[in-house]
């Protein structure tokens, strides 16, 4: 029901005020969070309703409120999206040169021309408020071409899952990267396999480029992170899952003020 509100607080109140078929068995919920992790993720920080408030003990601050898993999603699962929001349209844009992985052959990628140079493919029959535009090329390279420009802060967002920040093998590519995001004033709502991840990413982030970053949310466990734990085969002691720690970024936002000679 389009007028049902959708609660947040955890993974049993938000299944039940959406009216999902109730999900008893341990090992088909952790299959089912292992999926909704991602749109459910966004739409709890996003909405008017999240548990992450700035209350007394909450996450959010006074300022504001590189996997490859999350683009080959059933695109069912990002439908959620508009389900939470409903009558709010939403435009999803994956990007990087993962982003198609797993679905080549079911979707072949437009050639390249003067009307989409970069051969951006577009789902726009998915849901009638939804559209999703994927891009194979890095970030910075779209951002140089101007193409998503400009930029609205208060409709737009940045969306980073486990992206490895500070990650010695991936750090390098994020840094001509995180520059443009904070030029944006976007927020960026970032996310980490475990809390040694999450936490090693943002001090990254503070190190590289600390002075010019406003906090909107402290990093710390994600309500709706994946309840499945995945073993590294090849190191039984780094478990993880999809999600576990979520918080957000913006670039720094300076107030304007008047000089004494203004004032006289």
């Keep these: 029901m389009e007028e049902a509100l959708v609660n947040f607080t955890n993974w049993d109140t938000f299944l039940y005020t959406r009216e999902h078929d109730a999900v008893n068995e341990e090992q088909s919920l952790r299959q089912t969070t292992r999926v909704l992790t991602y749109p ?8 008017e309703l999240s548990p992450y408030n700035i209350r007394m003990g909450g996450r959010l601050t ?17 439908s959620q999206l508009p389900f939470m929001f409903p009558r709010v349209a939403f ?16 979707y ?12 951006a493919l577009i789902e726009d ?7 999703i535009s ?38 390098h590519e994020w840094e001509p990267t995180i520059p443009q995001l904070l030029e944006t004033r976007v927020p960026v709502l970032v996310t980490g396999y475990n809390e040694w991840d999450m936490e090693r990413d943002w001090n990254w982030v503070q190190k590289t480029v600390g002075g010019e970053v406003d906090l909107l949310m402290e990093p710390g466990e994600n309500r709706f992170r994946s309840l499945r734990w995945e073993l590294n085969d090849l190191d039984p002691q780094d478990i993880s899952c999809g999600n576990w720690g979520v918080w957000a970024f913006r670039g720094k936002r300076y107030e304007a003020m008047k000089s004494d000679r203004e004032e006289q």
């Excluded at 459910?40 to 909405?47: H, Y």
């Excluded at 006074?62 to 990002?78: A, K, N, Q």
């Excluded at 435009?91 to 079911?106: A, C, Q, T, V, Y």
Aim: aromatic share 12%.
């Design 40 to 47: 459910t993720t966004i739409g709890s920080v996003l909405s």
């Design 62 to 78: 006074p300022e504001g409120l590189r996997s490859f898993t999350e683009s080959s999603l059933p695109r069912l699962v990002w």
């Design 91 to 106: 435009h999803i844009i994956l990007i990087g040169p993962e982003s198609m992985i797993n679905r080549e052959k079911e």
């Design 108 to 119: 072949p990628l437009p050639d390249r021309s003067p009307l989409n140079p970069f051969g």
């Design 125 to 131: 029959q998915i849901h009638q408020y939804m559209k």
């Design 134 to 171: 994927t891009f194979v090329e890095y970030y910075h390279t779209l951002h140089q071409a101007s193409l998503f420009q400009p930029f609205d802060p208060y409709l737009d967002c940045f969306v980073l899952f486990h992206p490895g920040l500070g990650h010695p093998a991936s750090s």
